[in-house]
């Protein structure tokens, strides 16, 4: 029994040993007074390394380009404010207006067969898709007062 108390002993002793030999260098050498000091650290056997912090920056995202403005049709007095507005947009684009009136009346857009009621005071939005190209009439339907030319370019 004395032996193997011996033998647990000196195995202990000579793992200590191999433990701070292993640990030796500059890693965890520190000097106090004139002394040196070795520190050793084991990691537990069954530990997961965090993967690295990737370094690559993700691109910004680009900015959309901003709406266009809607232009608007004032009709006020029997006539269009300013006289017959000028509208253009290019043939496959999205056609898009604001008419505000004065009085109850209907918006047409010759061509598109597209209309839109506007109450006194009101406004409306007049939006669809440029299928054709030319120049197209745009009236107060009810008094067939012109109020815009819509244009579309090829």
């Given at each position: 029994m004395r032996n193997t108390v011996i033998v647990v002993i000196a195995v202990a002793v000579l793992a200590a040993g191999f433990v701070l030999a292993q640990a030796g260098g500059d890693d965890g050498e520190s000097t106090s007074a004139g002394g040196t000091t070795t520190q050793a650290t084991v990691a537990p056997a069954n530990t997961v390394e965090a993967p690295a912090a990737s370094t690559a920056t993700a691109a910004p995202e680009p900015t959309p380009p901003p709406?266009?403005?809607?232009?608007?049709?004032?009709?006020a007095n029997g006539k269009p404010k300013g006289g017959v507005q000028q509208l253009e947009f290019e043939k496959g684009e999205q056609v898009r207006f604001k008419v505000r009136s004065d009085v109850?009346?209907?918006?047409?857009?010759?061509?598109?067969?597209?209309?839109a009621?506007?109450?006194?005071?009101?406004?409306?939005?007049?939006?669809?898709?440029?299928?054709?190209d030319g120049i197209y009439e745009v009236e107060m339907h009810d008094t067939g007062t012109q109020v815009a030319a819509l244009e579309i370019q090829p």
């Open positions: 709406e266009p403005e809607v232009p608007v049709v004032e009709f109850d009346d209907e918006i047409h857009v010759h061509g598109f067969d597209e209309y009621d506007v109450k006194a005071g009101g406004s409306v939005t007049i939006a669809f898709k440029a299928r054709f």
